[in-house]
T-cell receptor, first 111, second 118 residues
Framework: QKEVEQDPGPLSVPEGAIVSLNCTYSNSAFQYFMWYRQYSRKGPELLMYTYSSGNKEDGRFTAQVDKSSKYISLFIRDSQPSDSATYLC???????????FGEGTQLTVNP | IAGITQAPTSQILAAGRRMTLRCTQDMRHNAMYWYRQDLGLGLRLIHYSNTAGTTGKGEVPDGYSVSRANTDDFPLTLASAVPSQTSVYFCASSDTFVWAGAVTDTQYFGPGTRLTVL
C-alpha cells in the first residue's frame, strides 16, 4: 500500500466550478502536508503548505487536513482554464524527513 | 535568478550506455534531490544530499549514483542504462523556514529531463 493515495483522474470541470481534490495517507506520523501544481512538461511548484490539522486559504485555493481520518483536500473556487494542471499532494513526518508524494490528479478546466 | 536548471532537456539513449544528468541551482540551498516521475507511480525519490559532501539513498536508488562536490551541482549518473530507467527526471532543492514554531523546508523543482532508454 502506498503511504499517500491519490485518485489520478482525469477530472474535467467547466470554468467557474468548485474543484475538490483529495488524498488519503496511512502514516500517522505525517505532520506536514503540501499541494504541488505541475503544468504539462514542467516541474512541480509548491501551491499550498499546511501543518497538522486545519484549513489554510490562499486566494481561490483552500487546503484542508483532517488527521483523524488521514484525509487531505484541496479546494479551488471559481476555477479557471489556467488551473488546468496535475495536482500532487505530498506529506512528511518532520521538518527534515523526506517527502512522500501522491500519484497526482490531472485536472482540466474547460472554458 | 534561474533557480534550478537541468540538462539535457531530453535524451534518447541506447541500453548499456552511461549517462549523466546535470542539475545546477543558484539559490544556495543546502539540500538537493533527484526524483523520477512515472505514470501511475508518481514522484519517487532516487537520491538526496543534505549538504555538500554528503549523499543518501532514496526509495529507488538502484542503477543510479550521485555526487555533491559543491553546493550548486548535483549530477545523477546512470552507469549502464536499462529500458526501465525510461522516465522523466526532476532535480529539486530545498530551503528552510520557520513554520508553526518549527524549522521546516520546501522543495523547488527544476524543469525535468525526459530520458528514453531503448
Amino acid at each position: 500500500q502506498k503511504e499517500v493515495e491519490q485518485d489520478p483522474g482525469p477530472l474535467s470541470v467547466p470554468e467557474g466550478a468548485i474543484v475538490s481534490l483529495n488524498c488519503t495517507y496511512s502514516n500517522s506520523a505525517f505532520q506536514y502536508f503540501m499541494w504541488y501544481r505541475q503544468y504539462s512538461r514542467k516541474g512541480p511548484e509548491l501551491l499550498m503548505y499546511t501543518y497538522s490539522s486545519g484549513n489554510k486559504e490562499d486566494g481561490r485555493f483552500t487546503a484542508q487536513v483532517d488527521k483523524s481520518s488521514k484525509y487531505i483536500s484541496l479546494f479551488i473556487r471559481d476555477s479557471q482554464p489556467s488551473d488546468s494542471a496535475t495536482y500532487l499532494c505530498a506529506s512528511k513526518e518532520t521538518s527534515g524527513s523526506r517527502l512522500t508524494f501522491g500519484e497526482g490528479t490531472q485536472l482540466t478546466v474547460n472554458p | 535568478i534561474a533557480g534550478i536548471t537541468q540538462a539535457p532537456t531530453s535524451q534518447i539513449l541506447a541500453a548499456g550506455r552511461r549517462m549523466t544528468l546535470r542539475c545546477t541551482q543558484d539559490m544556495r540551498h543546502n539540500a538537493m534531490y533527484w526524483y523520477r516521475q512515472d505514470l501511475g507511480l508518481g514522484l519517487r525519490l532516487i537520491h538526496y544530499s543534505n549538504t555538500a559532501g554528503t549523499t543518501g539513498k532514496g526509495e529507488v536508488p538502484d542503477g543510479y549514483s550521485v555526487s555533491r562536490a559543491n553546493t550548486d551541482d548535483f549530477p545523477l549518473t546512470l552507469a549502464s542504462a536499462v529500458p526501465s530507467q525510461t522516465s522523466v527526471y526532476f532535480c529539486a532543492s530545498s530551503d528552510t523556514f520557520v513554520w508553526a514554531g518549527a524549522v521546516t523546508d520546501t522543495q523547488y523543482f527544476g524543469p525535468g529531463t525526459r530520458l528514453t532508454v531503448l
